[in-house]
């Protein structure tokens, strides 16, 4: 049977936040941001969970995320890196006998069971997927002087989320050929995967409610959204 792993990003500082404790970390309710991704993970059907942290939270994620609230499907705590793209280039490597993996930012705290399998299934099927929500706005394209040059079809416009999935193979070959660019303006892994593999990424419906925390206006829509999505 090919293993599934989840790998949740929960490295970053959250300079946007404005607090000395970062996001992830934050009290949403009774419990820490990063918590209600890795419960939701841990009752789904992946085989195990990869939780990447800052080198010096490890213990503290052991501890006090993973051993008090009993997060058995943890089979890894790692530290990361600089970059979001090095946090899962090291997760990546720790993923040794995995055939899929399932990458979720940790400040995402109303991820569902059924976006994972929604992504598990797909990811057997295409190799690359992603959760994605269709923009509600019109988006502009514009010019390095701010004059707007192209109005995109808003139907075909999506706001990409996570968790995104892979096969873990072609993902790792990716971050390979990654050392060979002068320049990393990558912002996620499927634009990694389609520019230097030229794999498609199958979109998966996502949901509105499936935030990134990332400033403090963010955490008071959470709360909102904690009563609703979560009860």
Request: aromatic share 8%.
């Amino acid at each position: 049977m090919d293993k599934v792993t989840a790998i949740v990003l929960a490295a970053g500082r959250g300079s946007r936040m404005k607090s000395d404790i970062q996001k992830q970390f934050m009290l949403l309710g009774d419990y820490p941001v990063v918590y209600y991704s890795l419960r939701t993970f841990n009752e789904s059907d992946v085989d195990d969970i990869i939780l990447v942290t800052g080198e010096h939270d490890i213990e503290y994620c052991k501890q006090e995320i993973v051993g008090k609230y009993k997060i058995s499907k943890v089979s890894k705590v790692i530290a990361g890196g600089k970059e979001r793209y090095d946090s899962v280039r090291c997760a990546l490597l720790a993923a040794k006998d995995s055939k899929y993996v399932i990458i979720h930012d940790g400040a995402r705290p109303f991820v569902t069971k059924e976006m994972i399998d929604s992504s598990i299934a797909n990811v057997k099927k295409y190799g690359a997927c992603t959760i994605a929500v269709p923009v509600k706005d019109t988006i502009k394209i514009v010019d390095e002087d701010n004059f707007g040059i192209d109005t995109p079809d808003r139907k075909y416009v999506y706001q990409i989320q996570t968790p995104q999935s892979f096969d873990k193979e072609l993902l790792l070959s990716c971050y390979k050929k990654l050392n060979e660019l002068s320049e990393t303006n990558i912002t996620d892994d499927t634009m990694l995967v389609e520019m230097l593999s030229g794999t498609k990424t199958k979109i998966l419906e996502g949901a509105y409610t499936n935030i990134k925390i990332t400033t403090p206006e963010d955490i008071k829509i959470a709360k909102i959204f904690l009563k609703n999505v979560l009860t």
